[in-house]
Nanobody, 124 residues
Framework: VQLQASGGGLVQAGGSLRLSCVASGGIFTSYTMAWFRQVPGKEREFVSSIRRNGGFTRYSDSVKGRFTISRDNAKNTVYLQMNSLNAEDTGVYYC??????????????????WGQGTLVTVSS
């Protein structure tokens, strides 16, 4: 499967963005999808994940209540709706596909395919 992320940009603190990630070349419904983010000088960190049928989601504590992950299996697309953005949300956001076991969605190594990243910049 190949992944193409989009939707990043420059937004003021308190604003919103929606990221999209389109999958091609594979069976989208066989994958758990996730979003990670990275800022220069720091390790990539887990943001959110959604299981194959969309019935189970996870969020990092830093985004819980502000971000919402969803997927449209008919469109082979996963979304990340980001609200109440702040400067700490700035970074390159990557979508990822994998088949992590339950309670392993947090771990980068569980994902086998990564998109190219989309930059989100939040100005304070």
């Amino acid at each position: 499967v190949q992944l193409q992320a989009s939707g990043g940009g420059l937004v003021q603190a308190g604003g919103s963005l929606r990221l999209s990630c389109v999958a091609s070349g594979g069976i989208f419904t066989s994958y758990t999808m996730a979003w990670f983010r990275q800022v220069p000088g720091k390790e990539r960190e887990f943001v959110s994940s959604i299981r194959r049928n969309g019935g189970f989601t996870r969020y990092s504590d830093s985004v819980k209540g502000r971000f919402t992950i969803s997927r449209d299996n008919a469109k082979n697309t996963v979304y990340l709706q980001m609200n109440s953005l702040n400067a700490e949300d700035t970074g390159v956001y990557y979508c990822a596909a994998g088949r992590p076991a339950t309670a392993s969605e947090w771990f980068e190594r569980m994902y086998t395919t990564w998109g190219q990243g989309t930059l989100v910049t939040v100005s304070s």
